[in-house]
């Protein structure tokens, strides 16, 4: 930490999650400094170990969901993309759209802010 700051580094940060899941591979670990950062306005609150506890639950807790769907949605897909567009039904155009919100609820978690309201 740079002497005249007292921000968090994402350093720090991973070295807290590290504590937290110390088998976690870097890849892991990456992904959720990422994610926290993007799921509070400042990352202080987070030196203190309750609070970045429940913070990494609620994050672990909407990226299971958000992957839990995104499969779901891709067996749907899967089917879809085996039929004829010109043919689609309207169940079928919902399939889509909901892949669409999917997909766009995922990456929000990744970019930190909506992209897209479907």
């Known amino acids: 930490m740079h002497p ?11 070295k807290q999650i590290e504590s937290l899941q110390p ?9 959720l400094c990422l994610l926290l950062t993007n799921s509070v306005d400042t990352l202080e609150p987070l030196r203190d170990p309750r609070t970045l506890h429940d913070a990494w639950k ?43 919100k999917v997909q766009s609820q995922i990456l929000q978690m990744y970019v930190g802010h909506t992209l897209i309201d479907v």
Request: proline residues 3%; aromatic residues 4%; negative net charge.
């Open 4 to 14: 005249t700051t007292n921000k968090m580094s994402c350093t720090e940060l991973a």
């Open 23 to 31: 088998s976690a591979a870097p890849q892991d670990v990456a992904r």
């Open 58 to 100: 609620r994050t672990s807790l909407k990226l299971q969901v958000a992957t839990d769907q995104h499969a779901a949605m891709t067996e749907e897909l899967e089917a879809l993309a085996a039929s004829d567009p010109k043919t689609f039904t309207q169940d079928q155009i919902w399939i889509l759209i909901r892949a669409i």
